[in-house]
């Protein structure tokens, strides 16, 4: 309709012109014809543009290169910048919500746990391999042991021992422990608040302080900073004062996804009702029974609280003790707990997935 108006009134410029034309030359029945065609031409024109109500803006429309949709845009020069979203990502490029994420892999699918119970004859030394690849040695063994100690934590990769916890001063625990702080470096060590006026004793506290270290109190409470997914505190000593030195053992619980181990030292029966009393987290898949299996630890209430499906015990073949007591066998075995032996089945290793422990 714009067009035709358009059109209608440039005709009716030109027949306004012709009559003109006409009137000059003295034709005047042409020139009437011609303004009599004038005026129709007009009242089309005028017509056409009344039934266009946007005429206004349609007539400047026709001057624009652009499609309406496009008018109120500015115009972009062609070397613009693109748009933010049209850029390569780069690293400091700003994720938004939507974007997806790397799924979090299951717990266990990005590594093992790994407990290892070694055998160092009448003594204790445990390797603890957390599935980020750090390092917890629980106990050293005896003086004659320490070696021993050392091939075997470079035999599974050791190179440097996270955390170093001495359960308590006895030598047959802490004995080789002065040995593996000088083979290796060491990040922390754990020890119970007790002396002991022992060569072995001063030895490992002499090479703590040659190591540049400082010893930090094991106790009931304290948390040792292993990052997600596991998780280890001390559940024992409770108290500052015990008559046996053997209550003063430092005693972990440590668990890892739906898993969990309870690394007893020699604690003993006044230690264990502590435990129980302060309603501490004993519940475990392996338990590393007390002192060797003496009938002076794992007590039946003790046994009832931690319900382990697996029992390890860390004792020398022939030692003068008489360990494992006949007692606590019994225990063990009325308690539904699959016993192992480091005198009888060497070095013992479980592996927990975070689901559930194997015994290889």
Known sequence: M?????????????????????????????????????????????????????????????????????VSAPAQAPDAAPAPSALPATPDTAISPETPTTPTPPLGAAGKLR??????????????????????????????????????????????????????????????MDQVIDAFPVGKVYLPRVTHNTDSYRDLLLAIKNKGLQATEAKAGVTLPLGEGVQATFVSPAKSNYEDLNDYSAVLHLTYGKTAFLFTGDAGTTAEQQMLAGHQPLKADVLKIAHHGSRSATGTAFLKAVAPTYAVISVGRGNDYGHPHAQTLQRLQKAGAKIYRTDQDGTITAISDGEKVTMP
């Open 2 to 70: 714009a067009t035709l108006s358009i059109l209608a009134l440039l005709a009716a410029l030109i027949l306004v012109v012709n009559a003109g034309w006409h009137f000059i030359r003295r034709a005047g029945k042409k020139a009437r014809r011609q303004l009599l065609y004038a005026v129709l031409a007009f009242i089309l024109s005028a017509a056409a543009a009344a039934a266009n109500p946007g005429g206004t803006r349609t007539l400047s429309l026709l001057h624009s290169s652009q499609p309406p949709n496009q």
């Open 115 to 176: 407990v290892h119970f070694l055998d160092v004859g009448q003594g204790d030394a445990i390797l603890v391999q957390l599935p980020d690849g750090r390092n917890i040695l629980i106990d050293a063994g005896s003086n004659e042991a320490g070696p021993t100690v050392i091939k075997n934590l470079k035999e599974y990769g050791v190179a440097q021992l996270d955390y170093v916890i001495g359960t308590h001063p006895h030598e047959d625990h802490i004995g080789g």
